[in-house]
């Protein structure tokens, strides 16, 4: 059982390129999210998702863009690229409220320069 | 939105010494989770705590809940190098929506 697999591990973008990072769960979780964590400031919610087709806005969705078209898919989209939006990118899933337990990837280290 | 402040932000401590990190807000929280983060991995839940004045054992790790579900603690017995991490504690936010704290940093060095 795999759980959320996130690719790429790492990534280094030059200003203005767009990419995409893609998240998968195999666990039929309902609820997906997309976090950034920076160095000594938590994690922040940039997207999410409630169900195949529903996505909705978290406390930092500037400069990114979602879609969910599957219950497994989640990917996030990164379009012209700025060094702010250096960053470890987290996908996370759970089955129910996300106020349930989060099963998170392994992260995706994106450095923009 | 409700805030999560985690106290102390890093600690380094030698094998074997006891510990205690801790989570505090000024908002009540219907429940409070311990997320444990290892280097170049994500998050990890070890306990979710639900009712005021729970404790939760986890092995050598002790959690707390305050009475008033404002605040909690995570205390860490005969610490071990395979106890080092970022632990992060997290609560339902407005609409729904887990919020973070910032973590502390415990480096255990044998």
């Known amino acids: 059982n795999a759980g959320v697999t996130q690719t790429p591990k790492f990534r280094i973008l030059k200003i203005g390129q767009s990419m995409t990072l893609q998240c998968a769960q195999d666990?039929?979780?309902?609820?997906m999210y997309w976090y950034r964590q920076d160095p000594g400031m938590g994690l922040k919610l940039i997207y999410y998702?409630?169900?195949?087709?529903?996505?909705d806005k978290g406390e930092v969705p500037n400069g990114y863009n979602v879609s969910r078209s599957t219950t497994e898919d989640f990917p996030l989209r990164l379009e012209l690229a700025a060094p702010s939006q250096t960053s470890v990118y987290f996908c996370?899933?759970?089955?129910?409220?996300?106020?349930?337990?989060?099963?998170f990837g392994s992260g995706t280290q994106l450095s923009v320069l | 939105t409700q805030l999560l402040e985690q106290s102390p932000q890093f600690l380094s401590i030698q094998e074997g010494e006891n510990l205690t990190v801790y989570c505090n807000s000024s908002?009540?929280?219907?429940?409070l989770q311990w997320y444990r983060q290892e280097p170049g991995e994500g998050p990890v839940l070890l306990v979710t705590?639900?009712?005021?004045?729970e404790v939760k054992k986890l092995k050598r790790l002790t959690f707390q809940f305050g009475d008033a579900r404002k605040d909690s603690s995570l205390h860490i017995t005969a610490a071990q190098p395979g106890d080092t991490g970022l632990y992060l504690c997290?609560?339902?936010?407005?609409?729904?929506?887990?919020?973070f704290g910032k973590g502390t940093k415990l480096t255990v060095n044998p």
């Open positions: 996370a899933s759970s089955f129910l409220r996300d106020t349930e337990k989060l099963f």
């Open positions: 666990m039929n979780h309902n609820y």
């Open positions: 998702s409630v169900g195949a087709g529903i996505t």
């Open positions: 908002s009540v929280f219907s429940s």
């Open positions: 705590v639900v009712t005021g004045g």
């Open positions: 997290a609560g339902p936010g407005g609409s729904e929506k887990l919020v």
